[in-house]
């Protein structure tokens, strides 16, 4: 079965600065979709951000990029200029492609943002 | 953020108490989910339902059994549950299941305390 770790279980980064949260996983799966979920303290999970592992040009979204190495299966997500709205639980999640849609998820990083 | 809805989203019960959880979304999407988030461990997959009809169940106890009467409504009653029944559940939506486009969008989440 596919696994998700998440080895950071805080971070925090200063206003205005960049972070990077890791994210590895396990599979022998050639073809599947990763993806980095943010879930703010009032609890609704937002998706930030997903990569096609056939692509291999790293997904961006704004301030938000993901460094995906395939080969080493890790999936960072690099937050750029981050502002106190990004302080949440981060997670990262792998989906296998086919017919299911069995999301494994990490354990969550906590951002904290300092003014 | 309103796009997946909950209720309600607190609830406190007994362990003999029979209640329901409530999912709706707005989204046209024709595939919805139950998930359980325990403090300090992954989010875990309990049921999906594509066009109506459960394609997954991942060993969830009976105590939780699930309804779906269209796609556009989820869901989850509970009987005699136990104190480590106690999580956020949350409920999640996509347009199909397993496929590229496939992502999941996700509700606020029902706090369930059981005493």
């Known amino acids: 079965a596919q696994t998700v770790t998440q080895s950071q279980p805080e971070m925090s980064v200063q206003e205005a600065e960049t972070v990077t949260l890791s994210c590895t996983y396990d599979?022998?799966?050639?073809?599947?979709?990763l993806f980095w979920y943010k879930q703010p303290p009032s609890r609704q999970m937002i998706l930030v951000i997903r990569q096609e592992a056939y692509k291999q040009q790293n997904a961006t979204e704004n301030r938000f990029s993901v460094n995906f190495q395939k080969a080493a299966k890790s999936f960072s997500l690099k937050i750029s200029d981050s502002q106190l709205g990004d302080a949440a639980m981060y997670f990262c999640?792998?989906?296998?492609?086919?017919?299911?849609?069995?999301?494994?998820f990490g354990a969550g990083t906590r951002l904290t943002v300092k003014p | 953020e309103t796009g997946v809805t909950q209720t309600p989203r607190h609830l406190v019960m007994g362990m003999t108490n029979k209640k329901s959880l409530k999912c709706e979304q707005h989204l046209g999407h024709n595939a919805m989910y139950w998930y359980k988030q325990s403090a300090k461990k992954p989010l875990e997959l309990m049921f999906v339902y594509n066009f109506k009809e459960q394609t997954e169940n991942n060993s969830v106890p009976s105590r939780f059994s699930p309804e779906c009467p269209n796609s556009s409504h989820l869901f989850l009653h509970l009987h005699t549950l136990q104190p480590e029944d106690s999580a956020l559940y949350l409920c999640a939506s996509s347009q199909g299941v397993g496929g590229r486009t496939d992502t999941q969008y996700f509700g606020p989440g029902t706090r369930l305390t059981v005493l």
């Open positions: 999640a792998y989906r296998s492609r086919g017919n299911n849609n069995d999301m494994r």
């Open positions: 599979t022998s799966e050639s073809d599947y979709y």
